[in-house]
């Protein structure tokens, strides 16, 4: 059984994140989403509320299931035994860094590969840091977020402004 793990800080989970994950869950038996600490993001909604809305859009897909975790990708890889990596890339300037990443996740666990999927064009411009700015500014995100998680991410756009 090959387990993938989709990780990221999902804040928020855009519908681009979603289609990634999707597709993921066509290709591979499990598909663990991990909603990372990173360390150099500030992040708009805690890890707990990430996990909630990351399981209500993913709730439709049964081989997929979603945990955060505050270790380094390649131990909590090996810990949840997945032994691929799963990530999107949305332009060029995205592979360089997840390249660098993959190669350092491979370099700490060496039965742990990275896959990339590119993300389908209409999410190429998708980023979770532009939905956060749309809608601290009263902006209209329902076309880019799924839509079952949308009335949740508007109550913390009214709680925060």
């Keep these: 059984m090959k387990k993938a793990i989709c990780p990221g800080s999902f804040d928020p989970v855009t519908s681009g994140h979603l289609d990634i994950i999707e597709r993921a869950a066509l290709?591979?038996?499990?598909?663990?989403?991990a909603v990372l600490h990173n360390p150099s993001k500030s992040c708009w909604l805690s890890a707990g509320r990430r996990?909630?809305?990351?399981?209500?859009?993913?709730?439709h897909l049964?081989?997929?299931?979603?945990?955060?975790?505050?270790?380094l990708l390649a131990d909590y890889a090996k810990e949840q035994g997945a032994?691929?990596?799963v990530k999107g890339l949305r332009a060029i300037s995205d592979f360089e860094h997840e390249f660098q990443m993959a190669l350092i996740?491979?370099?700490?666990?060496?039965s742990l590969d990275t896959?990339?999927?590119?993300s389908g064009e209409h999410f190429q411009y998708l980023s979770s840091s532009m939905i956060r700015e749309i809608g601290s500014m009263g902006g209209d995100i329902s076309g880019f977020v799924p839509?079952?998680?949308?009335?949740?991410?508007l109550e913390c756009i009214h709680q925060t402004t």
């Design 27 to 33: 290709i591979f038996d499990s598909v663990l989403v």
């Design 51 to 59: 996990v909630e809305l990351l399981r209500k859009a993913v709730a």
């Design 62 to 71: 049964p081989n997929v299931s979603v945990d955060s975790s505050e270790k």
């Design 83 to 85: 032994v691929v990596v």
């Design 105 to 110: 996740n491979r370099k700490l666990n060496p």
């Design 115 to 118: 896959v990339f999927l590119t």
């Design 147 to 153: 839509p079952v998680i949308l009335p949740d991410l």
